[in-house]
């Protein structure tokens, strides 16, 4: 059975500090990852894919790859209220797999 | 350029009855996949369609189906609902290219209560 663990939090972190959420996965052979963004009765909106070992920066986020430790991160620099959400990993196979997902709650 | 659209928004059934969700996807887009969500389950892939076809199908009763048009249009229904079918069904589209699993982005769900 696949597998994507995340922590379910929720995660505080105040205004202005950077939130770390993190994801470990179990098959060994995943290729792709990605970082999906979900408000509170809305749909999951996509932030990052990352592919490659190592860092992936966009703008405030930025996405780290471990294969070896088959292990993925999001990282939210300047945290903002309006960064609350639940935050989803998901790792290709044959479809997309999904954790849990975490939740964060940056408090002003 | 347009979202994935889902219709209807919202749904309420009752017990024993079928239902038929529809989901448009981004314009270009050949890949259709379907997702649950639940409170207690999180997203829970349901199958997928590409090209009119069922590509992949996750662990769901066969009381869930689904089909593709030509136009890349899905549809899914789900026959003699139970009060467990009570979800958030999201559809999900991205080019799908080659056989490597490419970015989807979802439409904004239907939310289904049955009662």
Request: net charge positive; glycine share 10%; aromatic share 12%.
């Amino acid at each position: 059975q696949k597998e994507v663990e995340q922590n379910s939090g929720p995660l505080s972190v105040p205004e202005g500090a950077i939130a770390s959420l993190n994801c470990t996965y179990s098959d060994r052979g995943s290729q792709s990852f990605f970082w999906y963004r979900q408000y509170s009765g809305k749909s999951p909106e996509l932030i990052m894919f990352i592919y490659s070992n190592g860092d992936k920066e966009d703008g405030r986020f930025t996405a780290q790859l471990n294969k070896a430790s088959q292990y993925v991160s999001l990282l939210i620099r300047d945290s903002q209220p309006s960064d609350s959400a639940t935050y989803l990993c998901a790792v290709n196979g044959r479809e997309l797999i999904f954790g849990t997902g975490t939740r964060l709650q940056v408090f002003p | 350029k347009a979202g994935v659209t889902q219709t209807p928004r919202y749904l309420i059934k009752t017990r024993g009855q079928q239902v038929t969700l529809s989901c448009s996807p981004i314009s270009g887009h050949r890949s259709v996949s379907w997702y649950q969500q639940t409170p207690g389950q999180g997203l829970q892939f349901l199958f997928e369609y590409f090209s009119e076809t069922q590509r992949n199908k996750g662990n769901f009763p066969g009381r869930f189906s689904g089909r593709q048009f030509s136009n890349s249009r899905s549809e899914m229904n789900v026959s003699t609902l139970e009060l467990g079918d009570s979800a958030l069904y999201l559809c999900a589209s991205s080019f799908r290219q080659g056989k490597s699993q490419e970015t989807q982005y979802f439409g904004p769900g239907t939310r289904l209560l049955v009662l």
